[in-house]
Nanobody
Framework: QVQLVESGGGLVQAGGSLRLSCAAS????????TGWYRQALGKQRELVAT????????NYVDSVKGRFTISRDNTKNTVYLQMNSLKPEDTAVYYC???????????????WGQGTQVTVSS
């Protein structure tokens, strides 16, 4: 079993910054790809950013390119999302997603965090 603890959400004015963190703990051999998704009220969940296990491949949704930065610290099993120049349209619940393995030869398991609210006021 793995636990994901997300933090860093809150209320910020447009143009401000927030840094989200997602710390994984439990029976973890390795974490493969991780990512941040968001879901605004009344909308479908969308991918915001993903990063592979050693950070070689990083992808962003077009709307956040140049403003958001995803990173990870494998020594802490933690993934971050630095969000700068926030806009009201960034308001959503942000979810962390990890693909992890319990053992070296086990399958990759997909797991979601509980979500953290980000609200950007105009």
């Amino acid at each position: 079993q793995v636990q994901l603890v997300e933090s860093g959400g809150g209320l910020v004015q447009a143009g401000g910054s927030l840094r989200l963190s997602c710390a994984a703990s439990g029976t973890i051999f390795s974490i493969d790809a991780t990512g941040w998704y968001r879901q605004a009220l009344g909308k479908q969940r969308e991918l915001v950013a993903t990063i592979t296990s050693v950070g070689k491949n990083i992808n962003y949704v077009d709307s956040v390119k140049g403003r958001f930065t995803i990173s990870r610290d494998n020594t802490k099993n933690t993934v971050y999302l630095q969000m700068n120049s926030l806009k009201p349209e960034d308001t959503a619940v942000y979810y962390c997603n990890v693909n992890y393995r319990r053992t070296s030869d086990g399958p990759s398991v997909d797991y979601w965090g509980q979500g953290t609210q980000v609200t950007v006021s105009s």
